[in-house]
């Protein structure tokens, strides 16, 4: 399993873009990289994942570099309520079960 | 679609005590996975099923820990002579075969307090 590597905590302001990166160099080639918000005291939600290239939907944008190494996942004009932990998976998910493993995350905080 | 539910939301036991949890996964989730979350940590996983079969445990999971899933639908989680360490969020989650379970839904969780 690809370890990954984030920052453990990122600080921004109401209407500012988020951009929270993760290293992930020794990845597989059957990889996805999947992203998980949690809020305090729930369980964690799935945000967003990719495999190559841009992925997009209507929460989040996950920028992946040609050579998948690393990975960007961006919060576009974030408010105070996308304070949490971000955690960003590394798997074959189809090939493991499904089991997700989570590192500690990156617990973003977002000041009015 | 109630999303995941567990029962109990909270739990507090004292040491050597047997506690079991409950988890009711969305009904047409064919897999279902527990974790386990401390303080500060992401969650760890510990085990799942497809249906009713145990398909994968976790090395964290002790000889004192045994899930179920009879039926396939509902699944307990037991933990037999309960110790300090034991003291987490206990997270269940579901998800279908067939999107590869990327993506899971997950439960509120039941905290076990072992005093």
């Known amino acids: 399993l690809a370890k990954t590597t984030q920052p453990i905590s990122m600080d921004s302001y109401e209407g500012q873009e988020v951009n929270i990166t993760c290293s992930h160099n020794?990845?597989?080639?059957?990889?996805?990289i999947t992203w998980y918000q949690q809020f305090p005291s729930q369980g964690p939600r799935f945000i967003i994942q990719?495999?190559?290239t841009k992925v997009t939907n209507e929460v989040a944008s996950l920028f992946i570099p040609a050579d998948r190494k690393s990975s960007t996942l961006s919060l576009p004009r974030v408010s105070l309520s996308d304070t949490a932990v971000y955690y960003c998976?590394?798997?074959?998910?189809?090939?493991?079960?499904?089991?997700?493993?989570f590192g500690q995350g990156t617990e973003l905080s977002v000041k009015p | 679609d109630t999303g995941v539910s567990q029962n109990p939301r909270h739990k507090i036991t004292k040491r050597g005590q047997n506690v079991t949890f409950r988890c009711d996964p969305i009904?047409?989730?064919?897999?279902l996975y527990w974790y386990r979350q401390t303080l500060g940590q992401g969650p760890e996983f510990l085990t799942y099923?497809?249906?009713?079969?145990?398909?994968?445990k976790s090395r964290l999971l002790s000889d004192r820990f045994s899930a179920e899933r009879p039926k396939g639908s509902f699944s307990t989680l037991e933990i037999q002579r309960t110790e300090q360490g034991d003291s987490a969020m206990y997270l269940c989650?579901?998800?279908?075969?067939?999107?590869?379970?990327?993506?899971?839904?997950f439960g509120p969780g039941t905290r076990l307090t072992v005093t």
């Open positions: 989650a579901s998800s279908r075969f067939e999107t590869g379970g990327y993506e899971q839904y």
């Open positions: 020794n990845i597989a080639t059957n990889d996805y």
């Open positions: 990719g495999y190559k």
């Open positions: 998976l590394v798997g074959d998910m189809y090939n493991q079960g499904g089991k997700l493993i």
């Open positions: 009904s047409e989730h064919n897999r």
């Open positions: 099923f497809q249906n009713e079969a145990q398909l994968e």
